[in-house]
């Protein structure tokens, strides 16, 4: 089956870390800008972040800036958000998908191999 597999999440105490993986199943990586999402439970998904096919190019959202690090490991066709100094606001199923990238947003493509998703719990 052709799609991302995320791992990683957790239950954590605000101010905890947590580093999440998405590994590309089915498909190579090397071709793919990826992004990460996440959604809490009764609102709608948001982009986290969004890096490009070299890892050269970054992208953060607001929610994310200064805490959050993406990168991608080619070699290991799999995809990296370090989540750091996590707040309860933070609380969400965090999703990776392939996205249309150039240097600020990113947006899911069509095929975006959207995974299931790994939980990320922050509370204390």
């Known amino acids: 089956q052709v799609q991302f597999v995320e791992s990683g999440g957790g239950s954590v105490q605000p101010g905890g870390s947590l580093r999440l993986s998405c590994a590309a199943s089915?498909?190579?990586?090397?071709?793919?800008?990826i992004g990460w999402f996440r959604q809490a439970p009764g609102k709608e998904r948001e982009r986290v972040a969004c890096i490009s096919r070299s890892g050269d190019s970054t992208y953060y959202e607001d929610s994310g800036k200064g805490r959050f690090t993406i990168s991608r490991d080619n070699a290991k066709n799999t995809g990296f958000l370090q989540l750091t100094n996590l707040a309860p606001e933070d609380t969400a199923l965090y999703f990776c998908?392939?996205?249309?990238?150039?240097?600020?947003?990113?947006?899911?493509?069509?095929?975006?191999?959207w995974g299931q998703g790994t939980q990320v719990t922050v509370s204390s």
């Open positions: 998908a392939r996205v249309q990238y150039h240097s600020g947003p990113c947006r899911p493509l069509e095929f975006a191999y």
């Open positions: 089915g498909f190579n990586l090397d071709y793919s800008n």
